[in-house]
C-alpha cells in the first residue's frame, strides 16, 4: 500500500479506501462488514469513509459494531464522518452550529467513537452563512471532536470563501474535499480545482471511481442489476438511460481492449486510473462482496502498468479530457 498526505496537512492516507456507502444497513450486516473491512485492513488501508445520511445512520452503527468486533487499534485508523442530512426535524438537516455539533455527536455515537480523523460538510447550505458553518466546523477541530474538516462536492469558490473566512477569523480552514472523480466525471477535479490545489494545498479522499459500477463494464449489455438497480437510486438509473448515459457506457467498452491487453479488468484499470492523478490523496472503493474487495486492491499494482502511452490511450478511447483554460499570453 502506498500512504499519501491527506493535502498539505501532515496525516497519511492509504492511497486505496474502503468506504460503507450504499452497502452497510442495506446489502451489508456487521459481520459481513467486518470482513470486508478486515480484506481493505490486510492490504494496507487505514480510512475508512461513512456519513450520518447513509443508511439513516444504520451505516455508522454497522462500522462501529464492526470495528469494536475487529479490536484494531485506534492509532492505525482514519476514520471519516460526514454531516449534513440527520433526520426530518427542521434543525437536523443543514450546517448551522446546532446540526453541526449535535450531528456530529451522534456520529460519534453510533460509530461509538470519541472522535472521527475527519468530517465533512457533505454538501453546500445555501441557507447559512458560510462564517456559521466555518465557525462550527473549526471548534469540533478545537475542541476534538475532529482533527481535521473539509468540504464534499462544494464548489471551487465555496471552498475558496471557506479559506478566507477561516484566514480572517483566525479559524481552521478546510484541509480536505470529497468530490466524484472518475473517468467520465472529471471537468471539475481538473479544471476547476485546479486553483485550490495550486493555492492551498487541498487533500481529495475521492468517491465513485467506478462511476457506481458503470466503469466495471457490467452495463455494457443493458441495465439489468448492480447499483443502478436498487430501490432508493432511480435518480442514477435515469442518469445512465438517457442519450448522454448510453454513450458514457458505450466509452466505458472502448476501454475493454486496453484492460484487456494489460491483463487486468475494467474496474482495476479505473480505479488505476484515479491514483495516477498526483492531487488524488486517497480513492473510497466501495464493494458488497470480500471478492469485490480483494481485487479492488490489486489496483495500485495495476496501476504500474498505466505508463504514459497507456494514459493516453485511455484518454482517446474514453473521449472525457476536458479542455484546460486557454493561455491567453
Known sequence: MEYRNLGRSGLKVSALSYGSWVTFGTQVD?????EMMKIAYDAGVNFFDNAEAYAGGESEIIMGKALKKLGWKRSDLVLSTK???GGKGPNDTGLSRKHILEGTR???DRLQLDYVDLVFCHRPDYETPIEETVRAMSYLVDKGYA???GTSEWSAREITKAYEVAERLHLVPPTMEQPEYNLLDRSRFEVEYKALFEEYGLGTTTWSPLASGVLTGKYGKGIEEGRLTLPGYEWLRKRYETEDGRQRIQAVERLRPIAEELGISLAQL???WVTKNPHVSTVITGASRPDQVEQNMKALDAAELLRPEI???IDEAVGTKPEQPRNWR
Open 311 to 313: 494514459m493516453n490511450r
Open 147 to 149: 482533527l481535521y474538516w
Open 270 to 272: 479505473s480505479l488505476a
Open 83 to 85: 454531516i449534513f442530512w
Open 30 to 34: 456487521v459481520k459481513a462488514a467486518a
Open 106 to 108: 451522534a456520529a460519534l
